[in-house]
């Protein structure tokens, strides 16, 4: 027993500096430092600063012109009156100042319709945030119960070697009163180291289990994490519910945002079809001066208002093309949208048959398990009484192995399926 006290303390290493890591925790790390998300926040923020009127041109512009010419001209006139003036290298000076204002008043509704889509480019990159979000939720959870079930199955093995010890021990004890023989002891201790070295492997197991978590919570690799849950499957899951669900997640979202987006795209290329009308006002300044010619000085300055009225005859059929286009662009994201959802349809089908079919499985293999732990200590008692021999009591203890492996399997399956049912109907808090 002292051998088995020392082989369990030196197989758990000291975790006082270790940071414990609940589900709530790996998630709330993973939507903080996820790179994807950063990106989609980016994204957002990007399409929150384009949602502006002015972006869509409704707002009016105005622009500030100067200019200042210096320039040295040879001068030759004949004037009707005779006199001829004639001079070289003659100094003139040209300043022109003008502000500018112009509005648009009128371009079919393309502002309106531009504006329509910048708001839709916002929605939808709102729901690429969403998606991703729940697609972390999704892979956190993912890894950390896949830590959770490798644990589990250390237990396990745990328990299969606190049975082996047992078994050398009475071995030994046999031995020393005429019993049992050598080869007893040998086959019992290679039983022991046996299981000793598959608990030695499913701590590797274990260790890049939580690696992968780490990863996907970007951090460290070597981080010190102590993951300490049990598996908890939600029994009530309703199909119908989940089905109606999915309808609104936030996948389907963003391509029905990039149909009604597609959809404002050609109205935009179709008012180009269309006049435009803008109002122009502004104050114009100007002066001329030089040192010879007919003109020494010229100066004129004051306000102006107006109008300027553009009407398209004929652009080679390129807006015509255009608008083809944009169709056949809004009748291809139909066609992804459709796509989508009866992915979604099908996934969710195998999915939740997968998930009711392992539950039903749950409840025979837990009568299973907990057969094969009555079974294993009844041949061990057995055994000590010598009413049962080695292979009797390898057998039964590599049933419980098989047994809570299998149930261990069971539970990971299920709660997979729940969380893929949950991210596809949007439910992943």
């Known amino acids: 027993m002292l051998r088995l006290f020392i082989f369990l303390i030196l197989s758990f290493p000291l975790t006082i500096s270790a940071q414990q890591l609940t589900l709530k925790d790996a998630i709330n790390i993973a939507l903080k430092k996820n790179f994807d998300i950063e990106i989609a926040n980016y994204n957002l923020d990007i399409s929150k600063i384009n949602n502006n009127i002015g972006i869509a041109g409704a707002l009016p512009t105005v622009t500030n012109t100067i200019t200042d010419q210096q320039s040295l001209t040879n001068i030759n006139q004949k004037q009707n009156t005779g006199v001829e003036i004639n001079k070289d290298g003659a100094n003139t000076n040209a300043i022109s100042a003008n502000v500018t204002g112009s509005v648009l008043l009128y371009n079919g509704y393309r502002v309106k319709a531009t504006k329509k889509r910048l708001e839709e480019l916002e929605k939808q990159n709102q729901q690429q945030?969403?998606?991703?979000?729940?697609?972390?939720?999704?892979?956190?959870m993912t890894q950390y119960y896949n830590v959770v079930k490798q644990q589990s199955y250390l237990t396990t093995l745990q328990q299969s070697i606190v049975v082996s010890q047992k078994q050398l021990d009475i071995i030994e004890v046999k031995k020393d009163v005429g019993l049992a023989n050598n080869a007893d002891v040998f086959q019992s201790k290679i039983d022991l180291n046996t299981r000793q070295q598959d608990y030695k492997t499913q701590e590797l197991i274990i260790q890049q289990a939580k690696a992968d978590l780490l990863n996907v919570?970007?951090?460290?690799?070597?981080?010190?994490?102590?993951?300490?849950?049990?598996?908890?499957?939600?029994?009530?899951?309703?199909?119908?519910?989940?089905?109606?669900?999915?309808?609104?997640?936030?996948?389907?979202?963003?391509?029905?945002?990039?149909?009604?987006?597609?959809?404002?795209?050609?109205?935009?290329?179709k008012a180009q079809r269309y006049p435009s009308l803008r109002a122009n006002t502004g104050l114009n300044y100007g002066r001329i001066q030089s040192d010879a010619g007919q003109l020494l000085l010229n100066q004129s300055y004051g306000p102006f208002v107006g109008v300027s009225f553009n009407f398209p005859l004929y652009s080679g059929g390129v807006v015509k093309r255009q608008e083809q286009i944009a169709n056949i662009n809004t009748k291809i994201a139909k066609v992804q949208k459709q796509k989508l959802v009866e992915s979604y349809q099908t996934q969710l089908y195998k999915t939740f048959q997968s998930y009711t079919t392992t539950l039903e499985q749950i409840k025979s293999q837990q009568n299973t398990y907990e057969l094969s732990q009555q079974l294993v200590q009844l041949v061990l008692q057995k055994f000590q009484l010598s009413q049962a021999t080695i292979l009797e009591l390898n057998a039964a203890q590599k049933s419980f192995e098989d047994a809570a492996f299998r149930l261990t399997n069971l539970n990971y399956?299920?709660?997979?399926?729940?969380?893929?049912?949950?991210?596809?109907?949007?439910?992943?808090?």
């Not at 998606?131 to 956190?140: F, G, K, M, P």
């Not at 300490?228 to 109606?244: E, M």
């Not at 399956?413 to 949007?426: P, S």
């Open 129 to 140: 945030l969403v998606s991703q979000i729940q697609n972390t939720i999704a892979a956190v």
């Open 413 to 429: 399956t299920a709660k997979i399926a729940e969380v893929e049912l949950k991210r596809i109907g949007g439910g992943l808090k």
């Open 217 to 269: 919570l970007s951090l460290k690799a070597d981080s010190n994490i102590v993951v300490k849950d049990s598996i908890v499957i939600n029994n009530n899951i309703s199909f119908d519910k989940i089905l109606i669900a999915s309808q609104q997640n936030a996948d389907i979202a963003s391509l029905d945002n990039q149909i009604k987006i597609n959809e404002l795209i050609e109205k935009e290329t």
